[in-house]
């Protein structure tokens, strides 16, 4: 796998770009689900749920060295997958890279038209959630702001 953000973002998109049919790129999603390791239940908290999800999602940010990590959850399994599949893409990245990058290489990996209205709707809160640690930790923010530093 490549080594930052924008050429992560951009393997997605490639091969997005070798799957015509929308239900193996579901597929695609469900294999990544299977892959991503749970969360430890005492992270499973409100402050790190994602609302505006149909299925119970969480994304649990970290700052280490000035980078961010994400480490991600879900109790269905293709906004696990689609969660997992995004937290591997950002994590690593400096706040300013993530946020250079910020959401359109989703849109251009096609990945809203295989979800329904209201998957598309929790991965807008994901992403916008990834993207305002991301802000958070570019100011310094603290920890209470929920970006929890190594």
């Known amino acids: ?5 924008q050429s ?8 997005m770009s070798l799957i015509d049919d929308p239900m193996e790129r579901l597929a695609y999603f469900v294999s990544k689900a299977k892959k991503s ?7 499973k908290i409100k402050a790190f749920q994602i609302e505006g999800c149909i299925s119970e999602l969480w994304l649990v940010p970290r700052v280490e060295d000035g980078r961010l990590f994400f480490r991600t959850d879900a109790a269905a399994s293709i906004p696990k997958g689609v969660a997992a599949v995004l937290g591997e893409i950002y994590s690593g990245g ?6 250079e990058v910020g959401d359109g290489f989703i849109r251009e990996a ?3 038209q295989v979800l329904s209205s209201n998957r598309s709707n929790g991965l807008a809160h ?3 959630r ?6 958070a930790a570019q100011s310094g923010a603290s ?6 530093t190594a």
């Open 1 to 5: 796998m490549s080594s930052t953000v």
């Open 8 to 15: 992560r973002s951009q393997d997605l998109v490639e091969i």
């Open 37 to 43: 390791p749970p969360l430890e239940p005492a992270v």
């Open 94 to 99: 400096t706040p300013a890279e993530i946020l």
């Open 110 to 112: 096609g990945i809203p």
């Open 126 to 128: 994901l992403v916008g």
């Open 130 to 135: 990834i993207l305002g640690y991301a802000r």
């Open 143 to 148: 920890d209470a702001d929920g970006v929890a």
